[in-house]
C-alpha cells in the first residue's frame, strides 16, 4: 500500500464515522505561540483542545506536517525522521477514548490489513495524581490485545504546560521471530500510534486541572506506518524515499547512517524552507542553519569538493510537491548555496583561529565558549573540524 492510499484510507474511514477533513498547517505556529515548529498534529488545534467551537464541528482528521527536534540524535537509525507526516483523528468534547481505541484497531486491522497476533498496546497505569486509564484497559482486553501499564511512557503533553493527559499507544511487531516481550522490553515493537485522552491542562505550578472539555487526539506517523506496510526495515526504504535512494547514492559516496542522516536532513531543509524560513543565527532560521551545516559536514569530510549545488532540482520538486508546497525549486537550491558559501567561509575561518598555538592542544569547555562568543564558531563545527570529541 503506498502513502497515498494510506492517506486516502485513513481520511475516508475518518470521514465514514463523521469526522470533517481540515486542511494542514504549515510548520510554522501562529505568532505568539512560544514553540518553533509544528511538532504533532495536535499543535494548531490548541484553541480548540481548550473548548473554542471549531467551525467544523467536533470531529475532526487531518494530514500534518511535523518537525522534532528532540529526536535529532535518533535520526540515522530504523524509525525516526526530522521532518515527517502525522495522519490525525481528533474529537472535541465528543467521543471518548475507549470508542477512539476501537476504531483504531479495526483502522488497522481491516482497513490497513496488520495482523492482530503483531499487536501489542500500552495503557496509563495511574500515579499519585490521575488513577489507571480502566477505560482503555477495558476496550483493550475485551478486543482480546496484549496490553503492557506503564506510568511516563503513557503521559502525553505538547509542552510543559498547556493540554495534556493519558495515552494509549499502539505498537507493531517488526522481528523475524514470533512476537516477544513487550514494548518497553524489546525494541522490535514500534509505536505507530498514540491516542491521547486530553482531558488535563498543566499549569506554570506544574498542577493539573480539567479542561472545559474531554477531548481525544490521535497522530499516526505516515512514513512510519508505510513502512511497516511495505514490510521495510527502515523509513528511509518507503516509497516517498524513493527518489531519494535512487539518486543520493549516485552524487556522493556515502556509509549507510550518513545516507540516511543526508536524506533526512537535506528533505526536511527543502520543507522548512518551502514553508519560508531562511538560515540564521536564531530561532527556526538556526534550526535550518544545523540541519544544513550537519549536511555539509557530512559530505565535506571525504571529499572537500562536494556541495549542495550537486542536488537535482528534480528532488527538490518532488519534494515539495510531496509537501504540497507552491514554491519554485530553484529559489530553494538558491538558499542551499548560499547557506554553503556561508559555511565555506566560516570553516576556512575556523581552521585559520584552530591553528593558533592557543587551541592546538586539548579544547576544555572555556575553549568551545571562547571559541564560540568571541570567533563565532559553533562547538559542533570545531569538532568536525578537529575530529573526534576535539580533545
Ligand atoms: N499528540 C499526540 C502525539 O503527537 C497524538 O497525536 O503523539
Same mark, same amino acid.
Given at each position: 500500500m503506498?502513502?497515498?492510499?494510506?492517506?486516502?484510507?485513513?481520511?475516508?474511514?475518518?470521514?465514514?464515522?463523521?469526522?470533517? %477533513?481540515?486542511?494542514?498547517?504549515?510548520?510554522?505556529?501562529?505568532?505568539?505561540?512560544?514553540?518553533?515548529?509544528?511538532t504533532?498534529?495536535?499543535?494548531?488545534?490548541?484553541?480548540?483542545?481548550?473548548?473554542r467551537?471549531?467551525?467544523?464541528?467536533r470531529?475532526?482528521?487531518?494530514?500534518? !506536517? @511535523?518537525?522534532r527536534?528532540?529526536?535529532?540524535?535518533? #535520526?540515522?537509525?530504523?524509525?525516526?525522521?526530522?521532518?515527517?507526516?502525522?495522519?490525525?483523528?481528533?474529537?472535541?468534547?465528543?467521543?471518548?477514548?475507549?470508542?477512539?481505541?476501537?476504531?483504531?484497531?479495526?483502522l488497522?486491522?481491516?482497513?490497513?490489513?496488520?495482523?492482530?497476533?503483531?499487536?501489542?498496546?500500552?495503557?496509563?497505569?495511574?500515579?499519585?495524581?490521575?488513577?489507571?486509564?480502566?477505560?482503555?484497559?477495558?476496550?483493550?482486553?475485551?478486543?482480546?490485545?496484549?496490553?503492557?501499564?506503564?506510568?511516563?511512557?503513557?503521559?502525553?503533553?505538547?509542552?510543559?504546560?498547556?493540554?495534556?493527559?493519558?495515552?494509549?499507544?499502539?505498537f507493531?511487531?517488526?522481528?523475524?521471530?514470533?512476537?516477544?516481550s513487550?514494548?518497553?522490553?524489546?525494541?522490535?515493537?514500534?509505536?505507530?500510534?498514540?491516542?491521547?485522552?486530553?482531558?488535563?491542562?498543566?499549569?506554570?505550578?506544574?498542577?493539573?486541572?480539567?479542561?472545559?472539555?474531554?477531548?481525544?487526539?490521535?497522530?499516526?506517523?505516515?512514513? !512510519?506506518?508505510?513502512?511497516?506496510?511495505?514490510?521495510?526495515?527502515?523509513?528511509?526504504?518507503?516509497?516517498?524515499?524513493?527518489?531519494?535512494?535512487?539518486?543520493?547514492?549516485?552524487?556522493?559516496?556515502?556509509?549507510?547512517?550518513?545516507? !540516511?542522516?543526508? @536524506?533526512?536532513?537535506?528533505?526536511?531543509?527543502?520543507?522548512?524552507?518551502?514553508?519560508?524560513?531562511?538560515?540564521?543565527?536564531?530561532g527556526?532560521?538556526?534550526?535550518l542553519?544545523?540541519?544544513?551545516?550537519? #549536511?555539509?559536514?557530512?559530505?565535506?569530510?571525504d571529499?572537500?569538493?562536494?556541495?549542495?549545488?550537486?542536488?537535482?532540482?528534480?528532488?527538490?520538486?518532488?519534494?515539495?510537491?510531496?509537501?504540497?508546497?507552491?514554491?519554485?525549486?530553484?529559489?530553494?537550491?538558491?538558499?542551499?548555496?548560499?547557506?554553503e558559501?556561508?559555511?565555506?567561509?566560516?570553516?576556512? !575561518?575556523? %581552521?585559520? #583561529?584552530?591553528?593558533?598555538?592557543?587551541?592546538?592542544?586539548?579544547?576544555?569547555?572555556?575553549?568551545?565558549?571562547?571559541?564560540?562568543?568571541?570567533?563565532?564558531?559553533?562547538?559542533?563545527?570545531?569538532?568536525?573540524?578537529?575530529?573526534?570529541?576535539?580533545?
Amino acid at each position: 500500500m503506498d502513502t497515498d492510499r494510506i492517506v486516502r484510507t485513513f481520511t475516508e474511514y475518518y470521514q465514514e464515522h463523521g469526522h470533517r %477533513r481540515i486542511t494542514g498547517s504549515t510548520l510554522l505556529p501562529p505568532p505568539g505561540d512560544p514553540v518553533l515548529f509544528t511538532t504533532s498534529g495536535m499543535h494548531p488545534l490548541t484553541p480548540y483542545l481548550e473548548g473554542r467551537p471549531h467551525p467544523l464541528g467536533r470531529r475532526l482528521v487531518n494530514v500534518q !506536517r @511535523c518537525l522534532r527536534t528532540t529526536d535529532l540524535e535518533e #535520526v540515522g537509525d530504523r524509525t525516526h525522521l526530522t521532518v515527517f507526516e502525522m495522519l490525525g483523528s481528533w474529537s472535541l468534547g465528543d467521543y471518548e477514548g475507549p470508542q477512539s481505541l476501537d476504531w483504531g484497531y479495526h483502522l488497522l486491522t481491516e482497513g490497513f490489513g496488520v495482523d492482530r497476533g503483531r499487536l501489542h498496546v500500552t495503557v496509563f497505569g495511574g500515579d499519585e495524581r490521575t488513577g489507571p486509564d480502566t477505560g482503555s484497559l477495558e476496550l483493550w482486553q475485551g478486543l482480546g490485545v496484549p496490553v503492557e501499564l506503564t506510568v511516563e511512557d503513557n503521559w502525553w503533553s505538547n509542552g510543559p504546560t498547556g493540554p495534556c493527559g493519558p495515552d494509549s499507544e499502539l505498537f507493531l511487531w517488526t522481528g523475524d521471530t514470533p512476537p516477544e516481550s513487550t514494548p518497553t522490553g524489546d525494541d522490535r515493537w514500534v509505536e505507530v500510534w498514540n491516542h491521547v485522552m486530553m482531558r488535563h491542562r498543566r499549569l506554570e505550578d506544574g498542577s493539573l486541572v480539567p479542561l472545559p472539555q474531554r477531548n481525544v487526539d490521535t497522530g499516526l506517523g505516515l512514513e !512510519r506506518l508505510a513502512t511497516l506496510l511495505q514490510g521495510r526495515r527502515s523509513v528511509f526504504e518507503c516509497d516517498v524515499f524513493e527518489p531519494w535512494r535512487r539518486t543520493v547514492p549516485g552524487l556522493w559516496r556515502l556509509d549507510g547512517t550518513s545516507l !540516511r542522516v543526508v @536524506c533526512d536532513h537535506l528533505r526536511s531543509s527543502v520543507v522548512v524552507i518551502g514553508d519560508g524560513v531562511l538560515p540564521s543565527n536564531t530561532g527556526r532560521g538556526y534550526v535550518l542553519r544545523r540541519l544544513l551545516r550537519r #549536511v555539509l559536514t557530512v559530505l565535506r569530510r571525504d571529499d572537500p569538493s562536494r556541495g549542495l549545488g550537486d542536488l537535482p532540482v528534480e528532488l527538490v520538486r518532488h519534494t515539495l510537491d510531496r509537501f504540497r508546497q507552491d514554491v519554485d525549486p530553484e529559489l530553494v537550491r538558491g538558499v542551499l548555496r548560499e547557506e554553503e558559501v556561508r559555511f565555506d567561509r566560516l570553516l576556512e !575561518r575556523g %581552521r585559520r #583561529v584552530l591553528s593558533r598555538p592557543r587551541y592546538r592542544g586539548p579544547l576544555g569547555e572555556q575553549d568551545f565558549h571562547e571559541l564560540h562568543d568571541t570567533h563565532g564558531l559553533p562547538r559542533e563545527l570545531v569538532l568536525g573540524l578537529r575530529g573526534g570529541d576535539g580533545r
